[in-house]
C-alpha cells in the first residue's frame, strides 16, 4: 500500500479480530477467513485502518491457536493459505491493513520441530530447539525448577524418557530456545513468508518472555535485577533483527509488541527507532475509571515515549480480558490472575458501564497516536458473565483446577442481524447450523449490529461519527496534546488545530468551556452542561 508522509501505524485505529468469535462463514459455528471476508464492508464503513488478526496458523487449538504447528499454513478451522491471501488483497482495496498475530515464544507440542524433539531422545541437536532439561531429585522426578506456568501449575512437564521440558503456557505450547540460531532463522522466515503475502505487519505474541536465563535459576534464587524469563535485556537482539527483516519491504511494515514490563522504561527500551515500532498500553488498559490515575498513566505514557521518539497506543479491552464495558460498571478493586485476566468482586452496574464505555471511546479515539478496538466493544458488549461451566473453553479453566473462569466471557460470537441468538454468526442453513462455539446470550438481539445502524444513540453510530471525524479532523490522530485546566474529576485537552476533548468523571454536572461548540458528545448535551460520566468534542 503507498505510504503516506507519516507512517500509518503512528495513528491506526487498528481493529482486533478475534477470529474464532467474528464472522462464520462456512457453518461450522467457528469463525473462519470467509466470515471476515464477508465482512469487510462492515469494516470499511466502520472506519478503522487495520485489523489485528489473532492467530490463524494451523493449530491443534489447545490455547485457540497460540499453540502453532505451522506457521505458514492456516488452519482448515479458519479456511486456507489461498483464502487468506484473498483477504489480504481485498482488505487492500478497501484501505485497511492486515497485522497478523505472530507467536515466537512457544510452538505447539504437535508442530514438526517439537515432535522431532521428542522423538530424537535427550542431548539430541532436536531438543537443543526446545528447553529440556533432566529432573531434580534422585529419580529426576521433580521439575528442574520452581517455574510456574501462566495457566497454574509447573512450567516444566515430563516426558516418557525422563527428560523435561520447559513451558511457560500450557504444556502444548512447548517453549522454543531463543539461544538457538535456528529459532531465529526460523522466525525470519516466516515474516518474510507474510510480508512477502502483503501483511502490514504483526502482533508480537508475549514478546516480552522469548530469552531465558541460560541457567535456569530458580525463582527463589533470584538474584540481580533481571527476571529469569520476563523482559530480559537480551531479547532486544532479536526485534532489532526483526525490524531490518520489516524494512527490507515497501510499504511501512510494522510491529506491535504484547511486552509486559515492570516500568514505562523497560517498555520504552522495546520502541527504540531500531527496534519494534509501537507496544500495547496496558498501563492504560489497568486504569480504573478515575480522572486522576488515567491523567497519570496519560501522562507518563507520553513521557516514556518521548524518550524513543514512538507514538502511543489506546487499548481498553482485548481477548484476554474483562470487557470494559463490565470493568467500567464496577467499583470492586481489581486483581489480575493467570494470564492477565481480570477477577471481578460483586456485579457489574451495566448502564453506569456502558455510559462509561460511550465517554471511554470519546477519550481514547482523541488522544494522539492510534487506538486498539477489541470486536464488539463498538457494539458495547458486556462480558458474558454467566456462562454455564460445561460450555468453558479458555484452558485457563482446567489448568487453574477450576478456580479461574478464564477469558471466554470476552470472547463470545459476535452479533450480527436477526432476533434470536446466534444473530447471523453463522450463516442460515435450512438443513440447519452447528450452534457457535460458545453460546450467545438470548437478550442479544438489540445488541445486533442490524439494531444497531441507523439508531443515533447506539454505540455503533457513535463509534462510526467517532472514526469518521477523526479521519476528517486535522487535530486528530499522531502529534501532541495540552491539558486545560479543569476541576478535580475533569479531563480537558486541547489538540491543534482548535480541538477540545472534555471528558467529565466526576459526580457533577460540568459546564462546557467558553467558546466551545459541541462535535460530537457520548450523550445528550443539556444546558451546555456534561453530565457525569459524559465525553464530549468540541470546535474552538
Ligand atoms: C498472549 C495471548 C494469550 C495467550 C498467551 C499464550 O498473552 O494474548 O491469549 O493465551 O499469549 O500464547
Known amino acids: 500500500m503507498p505510504s503516506t508522509t507519516a507512517p500509518w501505524w503512528r495513528s491506526a485505529v487498528i481493529y482486533q479480530v478475534y477470529i474464532r468469535s467474528f464472522a462464520d462463514g462456512n457453518g461450522d459455528g467457528v469463525g473462519d477467513i470467509a466470515g471476515i471476508r464477508s ?61 497478523p498475530d505472530i507467536v515466537p515464544n512457544h510452538s505447539s507440542d504437535q508442530a514438526a520441530w517439537f515432535r522431532a524433539a521428542l522423538a530424537a531422545g535427550p542431548g539430541s541437536p532436536e531438543r537443543a530447539r526446545y528447553v529440556f532439561r533432566p529432573g531434580r531429585g534422585p529419580d529426576g522426578t521433580l521439575p528442574p525448577n520452581d517455574w510456574d506456568s501462566r495457566f497454574g501449575g509447573p512450567a516444566w512437564t515430563r516426558v516418557p524418557d525422563g527428560e523435561w521440558y520447559l513451558h511457560l503456557f500450557t504444556p502444548q505450547q512447548p517453549d522454543l530456545n531463543w539461544q538457538h540460531p535456528d529459532v531465529h532463522a526460523e522466525f525470519e522466515s516466516v515474516l518474510r513468508f507474510w510480508f512477502e503475502r502483503g501483511v502490514d505487519g504483526f502482533r508480537i505474541d508475549v514478546a516480552h518472555g522469548l530469552v531465558k536465563d541460560p541457567e535456569l535459576p530458580d525463582l527463589a534464587d533470584r538474584h540481580g535485577s533481571m527476571h529469569p524469563f520476563w523482559d530480559r535485556d537480551e531479547v532486544h537482539d532479536i526485534y532489532r533483527a526483526w525490524r531490518k527483516v520489516a524494512d527490507e519491504y515497501p510499504g511501512d511494515r510494522a510491529f506491535v509488541a504484547e511486552a509486559w514490563t515492570d516500568t514505562p522504561e523497560r517498555l520504552a527500551a522495546y520502541l527504540r527507532p531500531d527496534g519494534l515500532h509501537t507496544a500495547f498500553n496496558f498501563d492504560f488498559l489497568m486504569t480504573d475509571w478515575n480522572a486522576k490515575d488515567l491523567r497519570t498513566v496519560i501522562d507518563d505514557t507520553f513521557s516514556m515515549l518521548g524518550t524513543v521518539g514512538a507514538p502511543a497506543t489506546w487499548v481498553m479491552s482485548n481477548h484476554d480480558v474483562m470487557r470494559h464495558a463490565s470493568r467500567y460498571g464496577r467499583k470492586a478493586a481489581k486483581k489480575w490472575v493467570a494470564n492477565e485476566s481480570y477477577v471481578p468482586a460483586g456485579p457489574a452496574d451495566l448502564e453506569l458501564g456502558t455510559r462509561r464505555a460511550r465517554a471511554a471511546a470519546l477519550l481514547t479515539l482523541a488522544l494522539p497516536g492510534g487506538v ?74 438489540p445488541r445486533t449490529v442490524q439494531a444497531q445502524t441507523g439508531d443515533a444513540t447506539s454505540m455503533l453510530e457513535l463509534y462510526r461519527a467517532a472514526l469518521l471525524l477523526r479521519h476528517k479532523h486535522p487535530a ?34 460540568y459546564r462546557l468551556p467558553e467558546h466551545t461548540s459541541p462535535l460530537l458528545a457520548s450523550g445528550f448535551i443539556e444546558n451546555n452542561h456534561l453530565a457525569p460520566d459524559q465525553a464530549a468534542w468540541l470546535a474552538l
Do not use: M
Not at 469494516?43 to 490463524?56: F, H, M, Q, T, Y
Not at 494451523?58 to 486456507?80: C, M, N, W
Open 39 to 99: 465482512r469487510l464492508p462492515y469494516l470499511k464503513s466502520l472506519g478503522v485502518d487495520a485489523l489485528w488478526i489473532n492467530p490463524w496458523y494451523k493449530s491443534p487449538q489447545a490455547d485457540h491457536g497460540y499453540d502453532v504447528a505451522d506457521y505458514r499454513e492456516i488452519d482448515p478451522l479458519f479456511g486456507t493459505l489461498a483464502e487468506a491471501e484473498a483477504l489480504i488483497e481485498e482488505a487492500h482495496t478497501h484501505g485497511i491493513r492486515i497485522v
Open 372 to 445: 486498539y478496538v477489541y470486536q464488539g466493544e463498538e457494539l458495547g458488549l458486556p462480558e458474558v458473565e454467566d456462562l454455564p461451566e460445561s460450555v468453558l473453553q479458555d484452558p485457563v479453566w482446567e489448568h487453574s483446577g477450576h478456580t479461574d473462569r478464564g477469558r471466554d466471557g470476552c470472547r463470545v460470537p459476535i452479533p450480527w442481524s436477526g432476533q434470536t441468538a446466534p444473530y447471523g454468526f453463522s450463516p442460515e442453513d435450512p438443513e440447519g447450523t452447528a450452534a457457535p462455539w460458545l453460546p450467545v446470550p438470548a437478550d442479544w438481539a
Open 476 to 509: 486528530l490522530g499522531d502529534s501532541t496534546l495540552t491539558w486545560l485546566d479543569a476541576p478535580a474529576g475533569i479531563l480537558a485537552f486541547r489538540r491543534e488545530p482548535d480541538f477540545v476533548c472534555v471528558v467529565n468523571l466526576s459526580t457533577e454536572q
